[in-house]
């Protein structure tokens, strides 16, 4: 049975086409994707992300449990409200889940994982907690909206009391707080600098429409699909799984082997390493005419690969993607488009910086 989020009459009355996101009737856009991909870029648009997974850990051991199932090292958070990206992985290092962890007190964090992953993470957390006596609490009568954009910041101080835009505009990234009666995290999927606000169901609504009447016009998940690859942020369940590595995957920046902490999937990633991690992930740019999908055959001096992610990129005006070839010198990278191979170039990701295209993508 499709799921809905509490803003879903919110997305129809403003005439959203919707569609079936992991089992969530969700807003692909609400009349133009690629007016909502520049709305964020060079503007502030907001997104209903409620069907994203909140969790709740308590109890007395939590650090401890958090330094056992992330790859990341909950060390580094020591200040109330700060938060940190990881991946879960299982036992040979393949990602199970990848996902913000924020530290609210020594026996709080809170989890926010994606929405497809669930039940898969309600179960693998739930197991793995029993050892460390941690309370495992959904929350799923809490909504989420991310207000993104160059101007997102100033747009939503003004729905804030003085003291609450105070605080929100003194927030580092990476960092949340209690403001105003709403979870404020500096923290976002676009590239673009903004908030992910979780609030209560009951209030859901009233924000909605306080945002809208603050300017902030919607987008849909459409538009968060192409601004986070031009971002270069991986997708869950297609720019990595559980058969690929953080390693092999590009976010090896995420996982912490710095220290003698024991966590699930260390020792596959240690031996990938000392093996050589057998496949690497890499930015690609078309400059043919054409679009870039998913599991296109990609040539490469290193071997055979595919598309991960792929699109035409509204901010460049070119088709980007993610690749995953053979460890090793790529060289010269083609795709095969029905037939015909098509010459890529290997760049540096993210394709696009401060709403900005990185020098040697345009080149």
């Given at each position: 049975?499709i799921?809905?989020?509490?803003?879903?009459a919110?997305?129809?009355?403003?005439?959203?086409?919707m569609?079936?996101?992991?089992?969530?009737?969700?807003?692909?856009?609400?009349g133009?994707?690629?007016?909502e991909h520049?709305l964020?870029?060079?503007?502030?648009?907001?997104?209903?992300v409620?069907?994203?997974?909140?969790i709740d850990?308590?109890?007395?051991n939590?650090?401890p449990?958090?330094?056992?199932?992330l790859?990341?090292?909950?060390?580094k958070?020591?200040?109330?409200?700060?938060?940190l990206?990881?991946c879960?992985?299982?036992?040979?290092?393949?990602?199970?889940d990848?996902l913000?962890v924020?530290f609210?007190?020594e026996t709080?964090?809170?989890l926010?994982?994606n929405?497809a992953?669930?039940?898969?993470?309600?179960?693998w957390i739930?197991?793995?907690?029993?050892?460390?006596?941690?309370?495992v609490?959904?929350?799923?009568?809490?909504?989420m909206?991310?207000?993104?954009?160059?101007?997102?910041?100033?747009?939503?101080?003004?729905?804030?009391?003085?003291?609450?835009?105070?605080a929100?505009?003194n927030l580092?990234?990476?960092?949340?707080?209690d403001?105003?009666?709403?979870?404020i995290?500096?923290?976002?999927?676009?590239g673009?600098?903004?908030?992910?606000v979780?609030?209560?169901?009951?209030d859901?609504?009233?924000?909605w429409?306080?945002?809208?009447?603050?300017?902030?016009?919607?987008?849909?998940?459409?538009a968060?699909d192409?601004?986070?690859l031009?971002?270069?942020?991986?997708?869950?369940?297609?720019?990595?799984?559980?058969?690929v590595?953080?390693l092999?995957?590009?976010?090896?920046?995420?996982?912490?082997?710095d220290?003698?902490?024991?966590?699930?999937?260390?020792a596959?990633?240690?031996?990938?390493?000392?093996?050589?991690?057998?496949?690497?992930?890499i930015?690609?740019?078309?400059?043919?005419?054409?679009?870039?999908?998913?599991?296109?055959?990609?040539?490469?001096?290193?071997?055979?690969?595919?598309i991960?992610?792929?699109?035409?990129?509204p901010?460049?005006?070119?088709?980007?993607?993610?690749?995953?070839v053979?460890a090793?010198?790529?060289g010269?990278?083609?795709?095969?488009?029905?037939g015909r191979e098509v010459p890529?170039?290997?760049?540096?990701?993210?394709?696009?910086r401060?709403g900005?295209?990185?020098p040697?993508?345009?080149?």
């Open positions: 049975m799921q809905h989020t509490v803003l879903n919110s997305h129809r009355a403003l005439g959203a086409k569609v079936d996101f992991g089992g969530w009737d969700m807003p692909i856009h609400y133009s994707q690629i007016e520049h964020v870029r060079r503007d502030a648009g907001m997104f209903d409620s069907h994203m997974t909140v850990l308590h109890g007395d939590v650090r449990f958090l330094r056992h199932l790859a990341n090292n909950i060390g958070l020591k200040t109330p409200g700060k938060a990206y990881s879960m992985l299982n036992e040979r290092g393949g990602v199970i990848d913000i924020y609210r007190d709080w964090f809170r926010v994982v929405a992953t669930r039940d898969k993470d309600m179960v739930n197991v793995q907690a029993s050892a460390f006596d941690v309370e609490k959904e929350r799923p009568e809490l909504a909206i991310a207000v993104q954009g160059p101007n997102a910041r100033e747009k939503m101080a003004s729905l804030l009391s003085p003291e609450g835009a105070t929100a505009a580092a990234k990476f960092v949340a707080a403001i105003d009666g709403l979870f995290a500096r923290t976002g999927y676009t673009e600098d903004g908030y992910e979780i609030v209560p169901e009951s859901a609504v009233d924000l429409n306080r945002l809208l009447a603050a300017g902030i016009k919607p987008a849909g998940l459409g968060r192409t601004l986070r031009e971002a270069g942020m991986p997708l869950y369940g297609q720019d990595m799984d559980e058969t590595s953080p092999e995957a590009g976010l090896a920046w995420t996982v912490s082997l220290t003698d902490r024991s966590f699930i999937g260390r596959a990633l240690e031996n990938q390493k000392a093996q050589g991690v057998p496949r690497q992930t930015g690609l740019v078309m400059d043919d005419k054409g679009v870039l999908r998913h599991g296109q055959r990609l040539l490469s001096a290193a071997g055979a690969g595919e991960l992610s792929g699109t035409f990129s901010t460049l005006g070119l088709a980007i993607a993610m690749g995953r053979p090793g010198e790529a010269a990278v083609r795709v095969d488009i029905r890529l170039r290997v760049v540096r990701m993210p394709f696009v401060d900005k295209a990185q040697e993508v345009l080149i």
